[in-house]
């Protein structure tokens, strides 16, 4: 198996596990990566982590099952490739990305279409398809230019740059940079901190945050979905445990309902 998927009560963790190719993904992989993903989304989780086994978290696809001149690409990436990216853009709980050692092609995808993105200090950002002749793929294009602006995305794709995990923090490309013997305690403690939490309520907010980013809402529209969130918000038996305990000067037991 090339995907593990493993629960701890309410926390959900995917595990890039091909440490022998570091976690580069075959069709076979792929495969594998959208069944996990779809019976993670079945299962009754609250938030999800990403991560890969071994000495780096994903170094993109495969290439060694690639066939130049043979292989239709365009099909690759839209039947492939872009469906496991859309969903982890659009999981239905928090997501979250612990990422160490390199971090390429569609490891870089799969990282930034998380919610949250931690990464040890030395880990290895980006996309060097200069080298052999491709484009930049797996949503990197938008990822890249939304975080760190169209003139800093070029120049690391003309250049092929890989830049580590501090620097890709510095930038704001990701939240958060540590050492890596920190990131998997610090990540699966934030994530499981945040499972605990308001879940649906958050899932509202992510739900405003991707129509901003697909749809270039402005303020006035932005406002009138917040409105809207609220209202759905408000109906849920969190909304209720939430002002009640504020009310009582306890702590809230959410539910995620």
Request: charged fraction near 25%.
């Amino acid at each position: 198996m090339a995907i593990d998927l493993n629960f701890s009560g309410s926390l959900g963790e995917l595990v890039l596990n091909r440490p022998t190719k570091l976690n580069a993904l075959n069709n076979a992989a792929f495969a594998e990566l959208g069944e996990a993903l779809e019976r993670a989304e079945r299962a009754e989780i609250r938030a999800l982590l990403v991560r890969g086994e071994g000495a780096g978290f994903c170094a993109g696809r495969d290439l060694s099952e690639a066939e130049p001149g043979k292989e239709d690409a365009e099909a690759l990436i839209e039947e492939v490739l872009n469906p496991i990216i859309k969903r982890i853009a659009s999981f239905p709980v928090p997501t979250f990305a612990a990422v160490h050692g390199a971090c390429l092609g569609a490891g870089f995808g799969i990282a930034l279409a998380c919610d949250v993105v931690y990464a040890a200090e030395d880990a290895k950002f980006g996309s060097p398809f200069a080298r052999i002749g491709a484009v930049l793929d797996s949503g990197g294009h938008s990822f890249m230019v939304s975080r760190i602006g169209s003139h800093r995305t070029l120049e690391l794709i003309y250049t092929g740059r890989l830049i580590s995990g501090a620097e890709a923090a510095n930038l704001g490309l990701i939240n958060a940079s540590m050492p890596r013997e920190r990131l998997l305690e610090h990540t699966r403690a934030l994530a499981a901190r945040v499972a605990a939490g308001p879940t649906a309520a958050f899932m509202e907010s992510k739900r405003i945050v991707r129509r901003i980013d697909e749809e270039a809402l402005g303020l006035f529209a932005v406002l009138k979905c917040e409105a809207r969130a609220q209202g759905a918000a408000g109906r849920t038996a969190d909304y209720k445990e939430g002002i009640s305990a504020f009310q009582q000067k306890r702590e809230p037991k959410f539910t995620g309902r």
